[in-house]
């Protein structure tokens, strides 16, 4: 851990390397130059329909002669609040715009690491198209083991070190739960977290932190209104979750969501993420004689709760969080155990690129031709979740260099709030909106999709049940959370 001193005002130089004095809430700034370097505001990139163009009013970022940057949806950032030895131009040069990631690459949960070299994947794509207004991205993936105590020293290093502009996908509830505070504290944008917690999309509070994934809220409350579809007379549910911040955040969305209606939670168990199975949580779940079992758990325990059911006698309709959607991972284990997975049912919001019901055979045939480039597997569901990061991440990236003042590390962090760009592999009839204050979440909607046609001897296919639900606009942030 390290200290830093702090001041009240922006007292002292906001850019030492470029040699500006500093705004203050005393004396506010005669010039732009002394919150933002010199840099040239870009126009929109356009032409390549494999990476996002900017798509965003080019008179927000800096407001004239202050330290304040502005986006949409009531978001100001101002950075007279940041420390004193700040630099808003840190790990951003001519040619180069220089982040950082902390994930798992050696552990139990070292699979999940591979979301970092999928993103670093569609990184290099990017770079040898052009890049961001001609800046390559640099992104250095350092291991943390998906332990929290880890990721904080790798996070402390990072920013002692003063040379990296932001944090892109960090992995894990916990991970990021420990580094929050740090990070905004530090003024570091802490970009596209890889976690779905609701609280990441809290801008009042914490300014630096964005979410990405379709938060534990909404997913919760898909849930609850397709059951409320399936089961107008009501239901019961059994819920077994992972006794940990991720978890927990599932558990306590889903009460949220249906309190007042016919859904009834008649068993929560929790199994502990050290345990080696949750045998014991699913026989108290069996027990409950459910109509519904609902499995907010993550990595073997997918496979375990998958299996459990259905070598058992309990035959609920079995709903899982998004992180059991892969089948690679989640459903293809099945098969040496003599099981399928049959009719499990997930939330989908975006398709794999190897689905073949994907609406973009393009993009999804560059995604192909690129993993094979980089020696990587396609068909690893990891690496395509990484592309999925890096799409958005190159999307704020072009909305900050189009922005007044160009790319600097306060325009990212409100282009981070300031995002409309629609990823090609989304499902039909989805949108991605994040507007400032007024929606913090990026994803509000999904379809419920079910796991069809699996044999013991071949893999099934995800395929939509229902109608899409779209709740864009309607969740507002972390302090006006709306679940239903």
Not at 129 to 158: F, H, M, S
Not at 225 to 246: K, R
Not at 372 to 388: C, R
Request: with cysteine; proline share 5%.
């Amino acid at each position: 851990m390290f200290l830093k001193f702090r001041a009240t005002t922006l007292a002292a130089v906001l850019l030492a390397a470029a040699g500006l004095s500093a705004c203050s809430h005393d004396r506010q700034a005669a010039t732009a130059e002394q919150c933002v370097s010199a840099a040239k505001q870009n126009p929109p990139a356009s032409g390549n329909p494999n990476i996002p163009a900017a798509e965003i009013d080019t008179s927000l970022g800096q407001v004239d002669g202050t330290c304040v940057f502005r986006g949409t949806g009531g978001f100001e950032l101002d950075v007279a609040k940041c420390p004193t030895d700040w630099d808003i131009n840190a790990g951003i040069t001519d040619t180069e715009i220089r982040l950082f990631t902390s994930m798992p690459h050696s552990g139990a949960l070292a699979a999940y690491g591979y979301i970092g070299d999928g993103l670093k994947n569609y990184i290099d794509y990017v770079n040898a198209n052009g890049g961001i207004g001609g800046r390559k991205i640099n992104l250095e993936i350092l291991d943390d083991q998906y332990q929290p105590d880890l990721t904080r020293k790798n996070v402390d290093k990072a920013i002692q070190a003063n040379t990296y502009a932001a944090s892109v996908a960090i992995l894990g509830s916990s991970n990021n739960g420990a580094i929050r505070d740090v990070m905004n504290d530090e003024c570091m944008p802490h970009l596209l977290v890889a976690s779905s917690e609701d609280r990441w999309g809290d801008p009042k509070n914490y300014p630096w932190t964005t979410g990405m994934g379709l938060n534990y809220g909404n997913e919760t409350a898909l849930w609850k209104q397709w059951l409320a579809n399936e089961f107008p007379n009501g239901t019961t549910v059994a819920m077994v979750a992972m006794n940990n911040d991720f978890g927990k955040a599932y558990a306590n969305a889903f009460a949220k969501a249906v309190e007042g209606s016919n859904i009834k939670i008649v068993a929560n168990e929790l199994v502990d993420p050290a345990a080696p199975n949750l045998t014991d949580q699913l026989t108290s779940a069996a027990a409950s004689k459910a109509e519904v079992g609902i499995f907010a758990v993550a990595g073997t325990f997918c496979v375990q709760a998958i299996g459990g059911v259905e070598r058992s006698s309990w035959d609920p309709v079995v709903i899982t969080g998004n992180s059991c959607a892969q089948i690679e991972t989640s459903l293809a284990p099945l098969q040496k155990e003599g099981l399928t997975g049959e009719n499990t049912m997930v939330v989908q919001y975006y398709y794999n690129p190897t689905d073949p019901a994907n609406k973009a055979p393009e993009f999804a045939k560059l995604y192909t031709e690129q993993m094979t480039a980089g020696g990587l597997d396609p068909k690893v569901a990891q690496y395509s979740n990484g592309w999925f990061w890096g799409w958005y991440l190159v999307a704020l990236l072009q909305n900050a260099d189009a922005m007044k003042g160009g790319l600097n590390r306060a325009n990212i962090a409100v282009a981070a709030r300031t995002i409309t760009q629609p990823y090609p592999l989304l499902v039909e009839g989805l949108t991605s909106k994040m507007n400032g204050v007024e929606d913090a979440y990026l994803f509000e909607g999904g379809q419920m999709f079910r796991y069809e046609g699996a044999t013991t001897k071949k893999l099934g296919e995800w395929k939509p049940v229902g109608d899409l639900i779209n709740r864009e606009g309607k969740t507002g942030d972390f302090t006006t959370l709306n679940l239903q």
